[in-house]
Every structure is written in structure tokens, then in C-alpha cells.
């Protein structure tokens, strides 16, 4: 079955890094778009980035460009995202999701991780 396991959370001080990463199992990692979302405490979850089937065409969420970046080992089915100068705002769990689609979009995710916590506090 499809599985997707979050990994990397955790608790880093403002200004710092953090990178988590997704292992995929149980389907074609490399023939779907995957994506990024995260959830804060009392908040709808939000589109955080997305990557195509490739590793290319990379989209993002306007608070979070040119802060983080998504990436994807199609050998490993592994999803990547690097996530840098954060901030108290980027305090949310994150979660890594399958799209239906070969291209990233908003929408169209149909397999979804647990989710991982990542705190940004001093």
C-alpha cells in the first residue's frame, strides 16, 4: 500500500534551518508531482510547494519563496524540503502528499503522511 513517512521536524530557534524529508513507497514516485503542506494550530492546512514527477517545474507558496526549497531523489523516493531562515509564522505541522497528476499544483493530492512537527521558537 501506499505509504508516505515524514521525517526532520523538531524545534529550531529563528533564523535557523531545518530539512524534512518524505519516504515514498507503495507506488511510481517518479510518475507523480509531490508536494509539500503544512497546518498551524487553529488554521486551514496550506499549499507550502510542490515538485513534478522530474524534479522540476518546482512551485511555491509566496510566504515561503526564496526561503525554502523542494527537492526529490527518484532513486531513493525520497522528497526533500529545505526550509531555511524560519520564522515563528513557519510553525506548523508539515505534511508531504502524492499528486494524481505528473506536474505540481494546489490541489490533486491524493496519498498523504502523518505529518511532522516542526516548532520555531527561541
Known amino acids: 500500500q501506499v505509504q508516505l513517512v515524514e521525517s526532520g521536524g523538531g524545534l529550531v530557534s529563528p533564523g535557523g534551518s531545518l530539512r524534512l524529508s518524505c519516504a515514498a513507497s507503495?507506488?511510481?514516485?517518479?510518475?507523480?508531482?509531490m508536494g509539500w503542506f503544512r497546518q498551524a494550530p487553529g488554521k486551514e492546512r496550506e499549499f507550502v510547494g510542490g515538485?513534478?514527477?522530474?524534479?522540476?517545474?518546482?512551485r511555491y507558496a509566496d510566504s515561503v519563496k526564496g526561503r525554502f526549497t523542494i527537492s526529490r531523489d527518484n532513486v531513493k523516493n525520497t522528497l526533500y524540503l529545505q526550509m531555511n531562515s524560519l520564522a515563528p509564522e513557519d510553525t506548523a505541522v508539515y505534511y508531504c502528499?502524492?499528486?494524481?497528476?505528473?506536474?505540481?499544483?494546489?490541489?490533486?493530492?491524493?496519498?498523504w503522511g502523518q505529518g511532522t512537527q516542526v516548532t520555531v521558537s527561541s
Open positions: 507503495g507506488f511510481t514516485f517518479s510518475s507523480r508531482a
Open positions: 515538485i513534478s514527477g522530474s524534479g522540476g517545474n518546482p
Open positions: 502528499a502524492a499528486s494524481q497528476q505528473y506536474y505540481p499544483s494546489r490541489g490533486g493530492y491524493t496519498y
